[in-house]
């Protein structure tokens, strides 16, 4: 790879990663993963502004990259470290063996990260909010965007060029052949648009509050690129790629799209059978269903669409006198990021005993939900079964419409 052009002096360096591991050790990334790095070149000084992990060669791609900019071991003044996830900094200790006399500037709060993950103490510096660099006829300027994931996260800001450096903020999973926004076509730009989505559900939305406090806070800030550590770089419309996690981290409190994710398991056929009348239901009052299947399908997409989805209904058979276990921690997920507030069914089958529904009542009060009621029953469904379902799916859907 060639280091990408951004503007006068400002590039990208960045490594594809391929699909065989799963991002943070839980999320497949089918389509790979794109870690960026940036470099700013001013008339006296030179940064570079967030690492990788050496992942897939991704360590000596970049190297490769600042090579051919005329930045290799040595040739760099300054080392901006926004964000200290590993997939950002695992490469640290070789880049400062690279750039010795480097210095590191961070925030705070990640300096006692550097220390404890990589034992790195000497020319490291922290900056306060607002605070600028001057590297001669570039200027940086560093805002505090915590909880954008970790604590100690912050974004750095070219002045004269309005670029700004978001870190895992505005960012998507997807490797793209295409470093800008305006280079994708059509079906590209739709694929981009879903791993974000994907991106954000598994990585960012526990966060949301503090995603729309930073949105707040650039607000006034003349932005004329959006420059992420995974994914495209936003030259076209940055604006889009804002205003888009806008709208994702307001699905927290909603109000959602008009949707509804239905999440089922079936260990013998017996809930399934139950499925095509809740589908009927819900589709005969015009609203989009998105049908996951677990363990099927990664609790990773089950997230990106319940995320969206302004209706959840689970469905689920008892298993040994509690909730089927796939289910159970795609529930979890869901808890743990946040998912609240949902209109929500449940249906499902038990054999000679029930007891999923006492497991699920304590999910049903730790997210929040506008629970409608449940459909169980013991062995296949009956016709009034379905008849109830249909009826009940179809009203939750008529309230949805009605929003």
């Keep these: 790879m060639k280091p990408d052009y951004i503007t006068d002096g400002v590039y990208r360096v960045a490594a594809k990663v391929g699909s065989r591991d799963l991002f943070e050790g839980i999320w497949p990334i089918p389509d790979g993963v794109m870690l960026n790095s940036y470099v700013v070149m001013g008339e006296n000084k030179r940064a570079l502004i967030d690492l990788v992990k050496d992942w897939d060669g991704a360590l000596w791609t970049v190297f490769e990259q600042l090579d051919s900019l005329g930045l290799g071991p040595g040739g760099l003044d300054y080392i901006i470290i926004n964000h200290m996830e590993p997939d950002h900094t695992g490469a640290m200790g070789q880049i400062v063996s690279r750039y010795p006399d480097a210095q590191i500037l961070a925030s705070e709060k990640a300096l006692p990260l550097i220390k404890s993950f990589y034992k790195i103490e000497k020319n490291v510096r ?13 200027t940086l300027k560093f805002f505090m965007t915590p909880n954008i994931h970790w604590p100690e996260t912050m ?4 002045e004269e060029d309005g670029v700004l450096f978001s870190c895992d903020g505005f960012g998507s999973f997807g490797r793209y052949e295409g470093c800008f926004d305006d280079e994708l ?7 981009l ?7 954000y559900a598994n990585i960012v939305s526990s966060f949301s509050a503090f995603v729309q406090r930073g949105i707040a806070k650039l607000a006034g800030t003349d932005i004329n690129v959006v420059a992420p550590s995974h994914g495209v770089v936003w030259r076209g419309n940055p604006k889009e790629i804002i205003e888009h996690y806008a709208r994702l981290a307001s699905y927290m409190q909603g109000p959602r799209e008009k949707e509804v994710a239905i999440v089922w398991s079936s260990m013998y056929g017996n809930t399934e059978a139950l499925l095509q009348s809740i589908v009927d239901g819900i589709r005969s009052e015009g609203i989009d269903v998105h049908i996951l299947q677990v363990p099927q399908t990664h609790a990773s997409f089950v997230l990106e669409k319940v995320w969206r989805s302004e209706g959840l ?7 040994e006198y509690k909730m089927f276990p796939p289910m159970y921690h795609v529930l979890d997920i869901l808890e743990r990021s ?4 949902r209109k929500a069914l449940r249906f499902g089958s038990f054999g000679w005993s029930g007891g999923a529904q006492k497991q699920f009542d304590v999910f049903v009060e730790a997210m929040k939900l506008d629970y409608k009621g449940c459909i169980e029953y013991q062995g296949s469904p009956t016709d009034e079964d379905k008849k109830k379902a249909f009826e009940l799916a179809k009203a939750m859907a008529r309230e949805i419409k009605e929003l």
């Design 155 to 158: 974004m750095t800001y070219v």
């Design 313 to 319: 209904i689970i469905g689920m058979p008892t298993y």
């Design 193 to 199: 648009k879903s791993e974000t989505e994907r991106y």
């Design 338 to 341: 946040h998912v609240q507030g």
């Design 185 to 191: 076509g059509a079906n590209e730009k739709a694929h």
């Design 126 to 138: 922290a900056v306060k909010d607002g605070e600028t660099l001057a590297l001669g006829g570039k």
